[in-house]
């Protein structure tokens, strides 16, 4: 009997560039942040939601380092761009909507928009993923995106942070809440819903 080699569970780490480590770093600085909003929802602790908000900028900075990084050693790669996307999607994603539902954004009304903004951010990312070719130039990068990146989502952990900051969470949120049919909606979480509406819009943001 052949026994396998003992070298090939990490042969696709071999395959990692640098850049690639950053973009990881990324994905754990979201998964970070999902779990200091259920601390938060376990023990009340308003210092979660700080720790959960500046994990998703810490994110942001492996995020924009990542790109930096993969142009500068010119190292590239269809498997970095994947990892990034699904990397994106946890942090910018499913942690800001995560962290508003942690801060009292509830209601199903509330649910259904944060479901939409997380379903227009993946959507974002995939049509970016196959368009990417075509939008390039004739250097090989590309010069514009489609619909605002979904990293723009850290302006809406922003806010989530300053109302933790001023106490305005839960029955405190800013805006009140609406009751529709027996259910409950926060206008604020309609900045999410504009948010996942410019992202999957054909408004073009120039990539610097």
Known sequence: MT???MNKPFAMIREFHLA???TLANAVCGTGALFSTMSYLQTSSIQ???????????????????GRIARWRQKTSVLGRELDSLADVISFG????????????????????????????VSRLARFNVTAESLSGDGG?????EGTPIPTSVLLVLVLW???????????????????????LHPLVLLFALSGSLMVSRIRVPKF
Not at 49 to 64: G, P, S
Not at 98 to 119: K, S, T
Not at 173 to 178: D, Y
Request: proline share 2%.
């Open 20 to 22: 690639d480590w950053f």
């Open 94 to 121: 499913v942690a800001p909507a995560v962290i508003a539902y942690g801060c009292g954004m509830q209601g199903l009304y509330d649910r259904i928009v944060l479901a939409g903004f997380v379903a227009c951010g």
């Open 162 to 184: 300053l109302a933790a900051w001023q106490g305005a969470l839960h029955e405190s949120l800013w805006g009140g809440k609406w009751v529709f049919a027996g259910f409950t």
């Open 141 to 145: 990068k590309v010069k514009y995106f």
């Open 48 to 66: 979660h939601i700080y720790y959960a908000c500046a994990l998703v900028m810490a994110a942001l900075v492996f995020d924009v380092f990542d």
């Open 3 to 5: 026994l396998p080699k």
